[in-house]
């Protein structure tokens, strides 16, 4: 089942950020929150790292096309940056607003779709977004 279905892993993947919340929330009271990211990081990089060698997942990166590398250090580049941001605005506000607002990602995947990747959205796919603006900002007001 997990092996062909995107939408089991996107569900977990849900169910893990909705953890990530609270975990940071609670974590952040007490730390630093670019010094929380970094331990953040580094837990990642030996959990994924871990994965990829019992897996024996690790290619050669001269087999990784140029064009693909980029955009992957450019992914990482943008997760760096929204996690120190997502750390900082969990040690400043509620988890129940900070989270609403960081799933605005959503709406912007959507339209950097459109935009960046050529993607095709029907109108009951821009009501969705619409929808989940409102729920959003519904979610975060206090």
């Not at 996107?10 to 331990?39: E, M, P, Q, R, Y």
Request: aromatic letters at 12%.
């Amino acid at each position: 089942m997990f092996q062909t279905s995107w939408l089991s892993w996107a569900l977990l993947s849900a169910i893990f950020a909705a953890l990530t919340a609270v975990f940071t929330k609670l974590g952040v009271n007490t730390i630093n929150s670019d010094f929380a990211t970094f331990i953040r990081t580094c837990v990642i990089l030996i959990l994924v790292g871990g994965i990829a060698f019992f897996t024996q997942k690790f290619q050669p990166i001269s087999e990784v096309s140029s064009k693909g590398l980029l955009f992957i250090v450019l992914s990482g580049l943008a997760t760096g940056a929204s996690w120190l941001c997502y750390f900082r605005a969990m040690s400043l506000g509620q988890a129940s607003q900070v989270a609403p607002i960081d799933k605005l990602s959503v709406v912007f995947v959507a339209v950097f779709g459109v935009l960046v990747l050529g993607e095709n959205l029907s109108l009951t796919n821009w009501l969705g977004v619409v929808l989940i603006t409102l729920g959003i900002i519904l979610v975060a007001w206090q």
